[in-house]
């Protein structure tokens, strides 16, 4: 067989999606998003796919049993894993492929891997662009039909699940604050402002020994995820969430004003700021 040949008969090559680093800009719920991708174990989310695709209404998890992808409940329901989605560059893609392919699934299908898509469409195409409330959990209930949950295997199951889910919560009054508990208690903060603007911020407030939201909180650096920054800051042993809605209204305040300040770093400013960039990490 001749070169010309062996190259006709081969498959065409899948066109790659373009690397997208905040892809769910643009959307009303790109917060708890984010949230759901990269900071909370257990929880989930009822959104609706546009009339384009059927006005179907889709529950997003975090994660499914066995790590699935998706899953069409005997009684009709969809369940569609956002943690589990493979990285093509633009999560938002990645999701909205999924959210099309298991639409065609039959009571009792199953998705067990998302395959890599190519370019078309993504959430901001899918989904109708509203603000989305998050349900956290302390287990993995929500694996289970609420018929499901009353056999004792099944509630003995969700129960072991409990070690595997760091306890989380969302401050409720400030947008994308989350609370969990792991060796120690600490506070995840997604900010949707620029990303330099919020390391700028940070860096104002620690060089003015900004007490911030409590005098016994430590801020410990930030991560960026999906094209966020997310401050994290160590709390006092044995706080509590409830404990920090006034204190982090408050603080929200000051942090926003630091963030949207245009006066130019000082030299001591410029050197906390590098030190808080030194020990950030990426999360895609």
């Known amino acids: 067989m001749g070169k010309k040949s062996r190259l006709k008969d081969r498959a065409p090559k899948k066109k790659r999606v373009p690397f997208v680093d905040r892809p ?60 589990t989605v493979t990285g093509s ?10 959210i099309i392919d298991a639409l065609k699934l039959e009571p009792g299908g199953v998705i067990q891997s998302a395959p890599l898509p190519e370019p078309g469409p993504r959430l901001q195409d899918v989904l109708v662009d509203e603000e989305l409330t998050l349900t956290l959990y302390e287990d993995f209930a929500y694996w289970v039909s609420e018929e499901e949950k009353e056999r004792d295997d099944v509630r003995q199951a969700i ?9 989380t919560v969302a401050v ?25 603007r919020v390391l700028d911020g940070l860096a104002r407030l620690q060089t003015a020994r900004s007490e911030g939201f409590d005098k016994d909180a430590r801020f410990v650096g930030a991560f960026r995820a999906c094209g966020l920054l997310i401050p994290v800051w160590q709390l006092a042993p044995g706080t509590e969430a409830d404990e920090l809605a006034g204190p982090m209204a408050e603080f929200d305040t000051e942090f926003s004003a630091a963030i949207a300040s245009t006066e130019p770093l000082t030299p001591e400013e410029k050197r906390t700021r590098s030190g808080i960039v030194s020990r950030q990490v990426t999360l895609r």
């Not at 560059?89 to 999924?98: E, F, N, T």
């Open 24 to 83: 769910y800009e643009g959307l009303k719920a790109e917060v708890e998003l984010v949230a759901m991708r990269e900071i909370i174990p257990a929880a989930t989310t009822t959104v609706r796919t546009t009339e384009e695709y059927g006005n179907r209404e889709i529950t997003l998890v975090t994660l499914l049993p066995n790590v699935s992808a998706a899953v069409r409940r005997e009684n009709g329901d969809l369940l569609v894993a956002v943690q």
């Open 89 to 98: 560059g633009d999560a938002s893609r990645d999701l909205a492929a999924l």
């Open 159 to 167: 129960e072991q699940t409990r070690d595997n889910v760091s306890p």
């Open 172 to 196: 409720d009054s400030v947008r994308g604050a989350y609370w969990v508990r792991m060796a120690n208690e600490f506070i995840r903060w997604i900010r949707t402002e620029d990303q330099d």
